[in-house]
T-cell receptor, first 111, second 113 residues
Framework: KQEVTQIPAALSVPEGENLVLNCSFT??????LQWFRQDPGKGLTSLLLIQSSQREQTSGRLNASLDKSSGRSTLYIAASQPGDSATYLC??????????WGAGTKLIIKP | KAGVTQTPRYLIKTRGQQVTLSCSPI?????VSWYQQTPGQGLQFLFE???????NKGNFPGRFSGRQFSNSRSEMNVSTLELGDSALYLC????????????FGEGSRLTVL
């Protein structure tokens, strides 16, 4: 059974720092991995989608990597801003075509 | 381009009642999936619809059901509500099923008393 873990559960850093969020999964048989952000009381916004054949994806200050063999993905946020404060979730599309979610990392960027 | 619209945004029900939630996908998107989000269990996949057919179903009891209409709009129904059904129910749409980018609505927050 696929399980997705995100570490840390919460992170607080000063504005301007570069940071890394981690996501691990137990079964390497995935179709893709996605990173989302969720603001309080809101739905989810897709940030990056990495297909299983890809190693990384970039969008602006965000870079996500995927190492399928080790069951790990990282989301790198450069030059963090207060507006980046949110909960970041990763999800893998498993071999049954179901999205399996991590519990999220709550990120606070201090001005 | 309008985003994914979910109605109602908030609702309160009592145990034993039933509820229907609605989701209108982005125009042109044919796949709709539903998720339940609770503080204890996090996000869990409920089901996915494409071309009016349920394509995939998560591990939820039969009290949870859904359907999709010819215009791709989708509804989900929960019968015989239990306290544990209190959650944020999220709908997402995508162009096609099978792993494309998902676009989420803001959710329907259900409270069961």
């Amino acid at each position: 059974k696929q399980e997705v873990t995100q570490i840390p559960a919460a992170l607080s850093v000063p504005e301007g720092e570069n940071l890394v969020l981690n996501c691990s999964f137990t079964d390497s048989a995935i179709y893709n991995l996605q990173w989302f952000r969720q603001d309080p009381g809101k739905g989810l916004t897709s940030l990056l989608l990495i297909q299983s054949s890809q190693r990384e994806q970039t969008s602006g200050r965000l870079n996500a990597s995927l190492d399928k063999s080790s069951g790990r993905s990282t989301l790198y946020i450069a030059a963090s801003q207060p507006g980046d404060s949110a909960t970041y979730l990763c999800a893998v599309l498993d071999s049954n075509y179901q999205l399996i979610w991590g519990a999220g990392t709550k990120l606070i960027i201090k001005p | 381009k309008a985003g994914v619209t979910q109605t109602p945004r908030y609702l309160i029900k009592t145990r034993g009642q039933q509820v229907t939630l609605s989701c209108s996908p982005i125009s042109g998107h044919r796949s709709v999936s539903w998720y339940q989000q609770t503080p204890g269990q996090g996000l869990q996949f409920l089901f996915e619809y494409f071309s009016e057919t349920q394509r995939n179903k998560g591990n939820f009891p039969g009290r949870f059901s859904g359907r999709q209409f010819s215009n791709s709009r989708s509804e989900m129904n929960v019968s015989t509500l239990e306290l544990g059904d209190s959650a944020l129910y999220l709908c997402a749409s995508s162009l096609d099923p099978g792993g494309g980018e998902l676009f989420f609505g803001e959710g329907s927050r259900l409270t069961v008393l």
